[in-house]
């Protein structure tokens, strides 16, 4: 596709349970960002990745958020246990180089119950 | 430390009506780079504007104006005569190119447009 596509769109989690969110960049996009967006609140940076190498992590909350792009394309975040402080729109960005317009998906949005 | 204020949360106007929506920035970086996103209610950021810290020319694109002052650090973003298809949610977001180069945004609060028929 010509966009950023996230998958799913709507994640309903029982509390404690595991999830996976994935993010297909734009086809040759080195950067690749997550972001957390709460409700009512602007996105807020989790992790960064250059190609597949993570840069930058130090927007994840906790020790139970993880991230990977092993192949330097998709993306996936992975919420371990989650908790319902973790029920937010979860969007993903790529741009062709740093700085940069960053081209975002339509989001996951997250509710843990 | 690097952020952006939003500080109107909310604005209302009637179609036709020029709005101005504000954003203040603080950075320590030299160089940065500011920038305007639109979310719509499908939930897709779109992006509007970039503009870098050493560009200081305002801009007009069609409907939409923006005035970059670094005396003030505002980057405020006017819509001319608004029209309904302009109702969003405003963010502006700044990146800099100081020790985390990552290009990752900071983003304000946001601000929510509605425009009235």
């Known amino acids: 596709g010509a966009g950023v596509s996230q998958s799913p769109r709507y994640k309903v989690a029982k509390r404690g349970q595991d999830v996976a ?3 297909d960049p734009i086809s040759g996009h080195v950067s690749l960002f997550w972001y957390q967006q ?11 990745f250059q190609n597949e190498a993570q840069l930058d992590k130090s927007g994840l909350p906790s020790d139970r958020f993880f991230a990977e ?8 975040l992975k919420i371990q246990r989650t908790q319902q402080e973790d029920s937010a729109v979860y969007l ?3 741009s062709h180089l740093r700085n940069t317009e960053a081209f975002f998906g339509q989001g996951t949005r ?3 119950v | 430390a690097q952020k952006v204020t939003q500080a109107q949360t909310e604005i209302s106007v009637v179609e036709k009506e020029d709005v101005t929506l504000d954003c203040v ?12 996103y639109k979310q719509p209610p499908s939930g897709e950021l779109v992006f509007l504007i970039r503009r870098n810290s050493f560009d200081e020319q305002n801009e007009i694109s069609g409907r939409y104006s923006w005035n970059f002052q670094k005396s003030t650090s505002s ?22 190119e100081g020790s985390s180069n990552t290009g990752k945004l900071i983003f304000g609060q946001g601000t929510t447009l509605q425009v009235k028929p």
Do not use: K
């Not at chain 2, 920035?25 to 305007?36: A, C, H, K």
């Open chain 2, 75 to 96: 980057f405020n973003f006017t819509i001319t005569a608004s029209q309904v298809v302009d109702s969003a949610v405003y963010f502006c977001a700044l990146s800099g």
């Open chain 1, 21 to 23: 969110l994935r993010c």
């Open chain 1, 110 to 112: 997250l509710t843990v």
């Open chain 2, 25 to 36: 920035y603080e950075t320590r970086d030299t160089t940065y780079y500011l920038f305007w």
């Open chain 1, 69 to 76: 792009r092993p192949e330097g394309s998709v993306s996936t």
């Open chain 1, 92 to 94: 993903c960005a790529s």
């Open chain 1, 38 to 48: 709460a409700l009512g609140q602007g996105p807020e940076f989790l992790t960064y």
